[in-house]
């Protein structure tokens, strides 16, 4: 199966999070395989766990994989404690995640994530349950322009969903395209001409349909509780939406005392469980960036748990 994809940052996430050759890992977002296979490449006598709910994904990684020691998961990456534990593994000795949509469902149009082709209105990562033309057709008007302007940061949040809300009265909206056309028509033509309006609405729409930031909040708890002392977590981010939750969640795991600052000794006892590696996020190279434009937003951060 063709799943095209070029992975971001592909050596400096692997080398984030590998630690022992004989160890055991998880991708949380497996998607064609690219950073997985960088791993498993490194691994004598350890072993890789794949999780990804796009079943594409994990059927295009099952063959670039093939002969590597790696177990595949189709789960949401929540649910990485139930996935381990029904594989009987304790600890983890490293993780990776990429946040980004892969340039595979990008790419395809009738998966529904692009405003640049006309398909059925979807944006399902599982390609299960709840999609994107539902959201549109079923929320209300208020609850719409809520997910636009916190979820896209769209200053025209009330103008596209009042939009979205008139158009609908005549005939459900049933593709991208019509969403698309939908939304240049509810901004200003300066706004328009300024660049693509459609782009913050589409990646709003698309977290709330995979309820993307609250699923991550888990996983990025969840990952760190079953490392090991000595492990590591690789998290690629590609929106400031993201990126805020890992920064503020690795913050928390390296903080220590929350004691107010007028007691003079900690009575609350808390250590901190982390420590960044590196004190920035680390951003593709120029030549990254020249061989892969989509690169141009990612941000990784690193954290070791210490305790």
């Known amino acids: 199966m063709e799943f095209s994809h070029v992975s971001v940052l592909l050596k400096e996430t692997v080398d984030g999070a590998f630690t022992d050759p004989k160890g055991v890992y998880a991708d949380l977002t497996t998607g064609g395989g690219g950073h997985s296979l960088e791993l498993a490449k490194r691994l004598?006598?350890?072993?890789?766990?794949?999780?990804?709910?796009?079943?594409?994904?994990?059927?295009?990684?099952?063959?670039?994989?093939?002969?590597?020691?790696?177990?595949?998961?189709?789960?949401?990456?929540?649910?990485?404690?139930?996935?381990?534990?029904?594989?009987?593994?304790?600890?983890?000795?490293?993780?990776?995640?990429?946040?980004g949509v892969s340039s595979h469902q990008l790419d395809t149009a009738e998966r529904g994530f692009s405003f640049h082709n006309d398909a059925p209105l979807d944006m399902r990562m599982s390609?299960?349950?709840?999609?994107?033309?539902?959201?549109?057709?079923?929320?209300?008007?208020?609850?719409?322009?809520?997910?636009?302007?916190?979820?896209?940061?769209?200053?025209?949040?009330?103008?596209?969903?009042?939009?979205?809300?008139?158009?609908?009265?005549?005939?459900?909206?049933?593709?991208?395209?019509?969403?698309?056309?939908?939304?240049?028509?509810?901004?200003?033509?300066?706004?328009?001409?300024?660049?693509?309006?459609?782009?913050?609405?589409?990646?709003?729409?698309?977290?709330?349909?995979?309820?993307?930031?609250?699923?991550?909040?888990?996983?990025?708890?969840?990952?760190?509780?079953?490392?090991?002392?000595g492990g590591r977590m690789s998290v690629i981010t590609f929106h400031s939406l993201e990126d805020r939750i890992v920064k503020t969640r690795f913050k928390e795991f390296c903080t220590g005392c929350t004691c107010p600052p007028e007691f003079p000794v900690c009575v609350c006892g808390k250590q901190p469980r982390g420590e960044l590696v590196g004190k920035k996020p680390v951003t593709a190279s120029e030549e990254e960036l020249a061989a892969n434009p989509r690169s141009r937003s990612a941000k990784l951060r690193v954290i070791e748990k210490i305790r």
């Open 44 to 99: 004598d006598g350890g072993r890789l766990i794949c999780f990804d709910q796009d079943a594409q994904a994990l059927a295009a990684a099952g063959e670039r994989l093939k002969g590597y020691p790696v177990t595949f998961v189709k789960r949401n990456f929540c649910e990485l404690a139930e996935a381990l534990d029904e594989l009987g593994i304790d600890k983890l000795d490293g993780i990776i995640a990429d946040l």
């Open 127 to 229: 390609g299960e349950g709840f999609s994107a033309r539902d959201l549109v057709n079923e929320y209300a008007e208020e609850d719409i322009s809520r997910i636009l302007f916190a979820y896209g940061e769209e200053k025209y949040a009330r103008k596209i969903a009042s939009g979205i809300v008139r158009a609908r009265l005549n005939a459900p909206i049933e593709t991208t395209g019509e969403l698309a056309e939908i939304i240049r028509s509810s901004v200003p033509a300066a706004y328009r001409r300024e660049k693509n309006p459609c782009r913050k609405s589409f990646q709003a729409i698309r977290i709330e349909v995979n309820k993307e930031l609250d699923v991550l909040e888990t996983a990025l708890s969840v990952g760190f509780d079953r490392l090991k002392v």
